[in-house]
């Protein structure tokens, strides 16, 4: 084994780009977030860390509700300015055009290809951070980015984030829940 430690930290090889959109005394707002995945599968739930002082952690605790929304990689400008620039400071309601489902307060940002639609299950307090864990109410997808009735990855073409800085997807390797079959035991 040739191993350094690094020390404990949150690392994480890769991660999304995902805007979490709010309102906040009635007006929608997009924070980029990396730290965001699934939660659960059944009832379908989302989760994403955010640090307790941001604008978008005090939409959540108003509202009980946000949106995760996924940009794509021709939205990389928008998608960091909503990252560097606060709610707080400026109105960034109109870098997107938002739209509304059922929930009238979790603003959906038109331009991005797939956007979750989330009420808020529980907000775990982790430190620094609040773990928002959101039930998925509805996922909105744009018909251009559909096959087989399904979001296309190829076509949504999400941004990935590591290491500080956004990837483009690479390559399709090989199909999951297969690739296993061939595996030979040690
Ligand atoms: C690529 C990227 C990923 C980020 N990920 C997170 C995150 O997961 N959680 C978080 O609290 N802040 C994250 N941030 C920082 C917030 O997006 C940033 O502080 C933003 O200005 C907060 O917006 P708000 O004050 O309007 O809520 C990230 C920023 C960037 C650029």
Known sequence: ??????????YMSVMPSVLVGTT?????????????????MAPPMVCVAINKARYTAKAIEENKTFSLNFPSVGQVAGTDYCGIVSGAQEDKSKIWTSFYGRLKTAPMAEECPVNLECSLFKAV???????HIGEVVEVYADKACMTDKKPDVSKVHPI?????????????LEKAFSAGKRYVKK
């Open 1 to 10: 084994m040739d191993k350094v430690t690094l020390g404990p930290m949150p």
């Open 24 to 40: 906040l005394k009635g007006r929608a707002n997009y924070m980029t977030a990396g730290a965001a995945t699934v939660a659960c």
């Open 125 to 131: 307090d982790c430190g620094s951070h609040l773990l």
């Open 160 to 172: 990935v984030y590591a290491q500080a800085m956004y990837f483009d997807l690479g390559k399709p």
